[in-house]
């Protein structure tokens, strides 16, 4: 155990007058935000592993379990202070000369030095620190800029016994080490030029805002904040910030926690919900994966990740990286105002980490040097492979757009055929698209309550309302609906369970030839089910629809595109087919084997439904229209050889039963 005497210090800042503070803090006034994450970047500099920021009705406070500070200077490096100070006063200091590298590190991470010596930062690039990582928060402004958001902030902190030993001696025990408070000037205080400040010990716990022990590290505790600041640091955007700004921290363990929320209304209790910071997932097509580029024969690393987003949504822009957090979009520096770096790209670009290389004071973009002349240089030389993985993405996209416009005109020509007169009655039954089960298929199971009325000659009955009722016993209607022009209608998908449907409002001409109700049962195996209702209309069937001889002419044709001309078909029967168009020659001449000339009558009119739907859906009558063509004759040539199969089998049927 150590015998020490009881801190309890006022002073008075050393060097920069409460007007610099101010100036210095205003760094950070076009963004506030940057406040807090200053506080947090000095949490990570600290080995900090986890860092809360609570926001309650008119507070905050940051957390972390980081190494924490001593007290006070030492006494030799408070002589090398006050040389500094006079050589200062008297205009006879060494640019090229840094004092800090002759202080003792116990000094610059003392909560003294953080007040007295304002704008310069304990974290020497040269250097490092006690962790020997790379640093962030350089400015050294740290303590002033709470500022900007509030009137007061008090820092209670605890070292850690690496830092206590170095301190106060190796005999220090753990339990020993005492918890540190520092209250520096209000913002009222600077305004009046009192730059005042006190450094005393507490007896109040030292724990987090979940009231769990510290065992070492710094509580920033802001309070009397700026009105309006409930819609700044809102925690949706706090957390969508951090996580560009310290995704890789994240990556590398540490916790980032934003709890509750500000608010200015007295009668309104805030929000103690919490969201965790999570590291940056970019999505999209790939044009650099993660990898680490060079400069100069191998030295100066940075990594680099690239991924373009075609539509735009989601894609974050590329940033500008320091040391692991995203400090500006990659677009702020002139060279990458211009295409392909202005396309939707996400990902980051780092630059190196080098003394060679400046900052401009807030540390968000590199100022002239040869560094960043060579690295842009390098970026600059992937603007080739951005364009052709945009170029490539650009094509493929076209193509599924046209497999995409095929899929509509063939689905578009296939009912536009089912609802011509001349195939009702004739083509009807192989137009309704069953699905061929063979080797490696699955049948299809129906997932809706699907109800149909039809008449005696399996015509669609349009217009008769259903009722659909939940449970036998005691149904009770859930939905009617009525029948459309095809004679279905779907209820749509329900839960399993015991259901029943009937037809209601039936006209008085019809009757129904099946019972009222249909009862049945949905399972989660079989979640669906087709009724049918059968009814005695008393029309006449309709007659059957003759298809009058037409003949086919090839002709060479001026237009590629067209594919075929019926100005002489009504008058002379005849068809002039384009004998120069890609495909339909072959098509049609396989028909004309058979001479089957009523079917080419079939042909001709699915291949003017297939160009209407085609021109009606896109208005593009170029390539689309040839394929949807050229689908029209594949489409018949197979109907056609199933309608012939049919036959066959029907005179089969017809030989069989007279010779029986």
Avoid at 238 to 250: C, K, P, S
Wanted: aromatic share 8%; charged share 25%.
């Amino acid at each position: 155990m150590v015998t020490r005497d009881r801190i309890d210090f006022n002073g008075v800042s050393r060097i920069n007058t409460a007007k610099a503070i101010l100036l210095l803090a205003r760094v950070y006034a076009r963004n506030p935000v940057e406040i807090l994450a200053q506080y947090i970047e000095n949490s990570i500099d600290a080995r900090a592993t986890q860092v809360i920021v609570e926001m309650t009705r008119d507070r905050i406070v940051i957390a972390d379990n980081g190494s924490g500070m001593t007290p006070f200077i030492l006494p030799d490096d408070l002589t090398v202070l006050q040389m500094y100070a006079d050589d200062a006063a008297q205009g006879r200091l060494d640019p090229d000369f840094d004092f800090r590298t002759l202080m003792n590190p116990v000094s610059l991470h003392s909560l003294q030095w953080m007040r007295e010596c304002i704008a310069f930062s304990p974290k020497i690039p040269e250097t490092g620190t006690i962790a020997g990582q790379p640093q962030r928060g350089m400015l050294g402004i740290g303590i002033a800029a709470f500022h900007q958001i509030a009137n007061q902030a008090v820092w209670l902190t605890r070292p850690n016994l690496e830092l206590a030993r170095m301190y106060w001696g190796p005999r220090i025990n753990a339990e020993d080490i005492p918890v540190l408070r520092l209250e520096p000037p209000t913002t009222k205080m600077l305004d009046g030029m009192n730059s005042s400040y006190h450094i005393g010990e507490t007896e109040n716990p030292f724990a987090d805002p979940y009231g769990r022990k510290l065992q070492s590290g710094t509580i920033i505790e802001i309070t009397s904040l700026t009105p309006g600041l409930d819609k700044v640091f809102r925690p949706a955007l706090l957390q969508h910030h951090f996580a560009n700004r310290f995704g890789e921290d994240t990556r590398r363990g540490v916790s980032i926690i934003i709890r509750g929320s500000l608010t200015t209304d007295p009668t309104r209790t805030p929000r103690l919900r919490e969201v965790r910071v999570q590291p940056v997932i970019h999505r999209g097509i790939p044009v650099v994966v993660k990898t680490t580029m060079f400069l100069e024969n191998g030295q100066y690393p940075f990594g680099v990740e690239i991924y373009y987003t075609p539509s735009g949504r989601g894609a974050t822009g590329l940033k500008l990286r320091r040391l692991g957090s995203d400090v500006a979009p990659l677009t702020d520096l002139p060279p990458f105002q211009t295409p392909p770096w202005t396309l939707p790209l996400s990902g980051y670009v780092e630059f190196p980490n080098t003394p060679e290389a400046p900052w401009n004071p807030d540390k968000t973009l590199p100022v002239a040097s040869r560094i960043l002349q060579q690295w842009e240089e390098v970026i600059l030389a992937l603007a080739p492979q951005i364009e052709d993985v945009v170029e490539r993405t650009q094509k493929s996209a076209e193509d599924v757009r046209l497999k995409e416009f095929a899929k509509e005109a063939e689905a578009a020509t296939v009912e536009a055929i089912r609802n011509l007169p001349i195939f009702q009655n004739s083509l009807g039954g192989f137009l309704a698209g069953k699905r061929r089960q063979g080797k490696g298929t699955t049948p299809r199971v129906e997932d809706r309550v699907i109800v149909s009325v039809r008449g005696e000659y399996n015509q669609g009955i349009p217009g008769i309302s259903i009722e659909l009722c939940s449970g036998v016993k005691n149904p009770q209607p859930l939905e009617t609906r009525k029948t459309g022009k095809s004679g279905a209608i779907s209820f749509g998908r329900f839960a399993p369970g015991t259901y029943l449907v009937r037809v209601v409002d039936l006209p008085e001409h019809m009757t129904l030839q099946d019972p009222v109700d249909f009862k049945f049962r949905l399972t989660s195996a079989e979640p669906g089910i087709r009724v049918t209702f059968r009814v005695t209309t008393g029309e006449q069937p309709p007659e059957q629809t003759k298809i009058p001889p037409v003949r086919i002419e090839f002709v060479p044709g001026d237009d590629p595109g067209l594919l075929y001309r019926t100005d002489r078909l009504q008058t002379f029967g005849v068809i002039e087919v384009n004998s120069t168009a890609d495909g339909v020659r072959e098509a049609l001449a396989e028909m004309l084997e058979s001479n089957d000339y009523a079917r080419l009558n079939a042909i001709t009119a699915q291949i003017e439904a297939a160009a209407l739907t085609a021109t009606v859906l896109k208005g593009e009558v170029s390539e689309l229209f040839q394929q949807a063509c050229q689908f029209a004759v594949r489409l018949y040539t197979e109907l056609l050889k199933a309608d012939t199969q049919r036959q066959q089998k029907l005179q089969q049927q017809r030989r069989r039963a007279r010779q029986s």
